[in-house]
């Protein structure tokens, strides 16, 4: 068993958004992303599959031609190769995000 540290906004540096990958084992990885309130969320499309589950913060998620709204609770899937990103970030964002198999840095 590991106990991992989780789930807390923590910005880059510079105040933009910031992923962090906490676990990274051969079948997924997991980590936090922070996206503070107005900020931009520049990723690109990944080689794996993800799911985002929405800890804190408000906002909205635009996935496959469809968007919605984001705030505590809420769960999404994005399947590999799929255009997707957080967009009109209202209150500071902190996701929950897991990739099957591992995240790869490409997209």
Request: charged residues 20%.
């Amino acid at each position: 068993m590991k106990v991992i540290e989780s789930g807390t906004f923590a910005p880059a540096v510079d105040g933009s958004a910031e992923y962090v990958e906490h676990v990274r084992v051969p079948a997924l990885s997991f980590g936090t992303y922070s996206i503070p309130a107005g900020q931009p969320d520049d990723q690109v499309p990944h080689a794996e599959d993800e799911v985002y589950a929405v800890v804190s913060g408000r906002g909205r998620f635009t996935s496959g031609g469809t968007t919605v709204e984001v705030g505590p609770g809420v769960s999404l899937f994005v399947p590999k190769g799929e255009e997707h990103r957080f967009h009109d970030v209202t209150e500071d964002l902190t996701v929950l995000v897991f990739f099957a198999p591992p995240y790869s840095g490409r997209g």
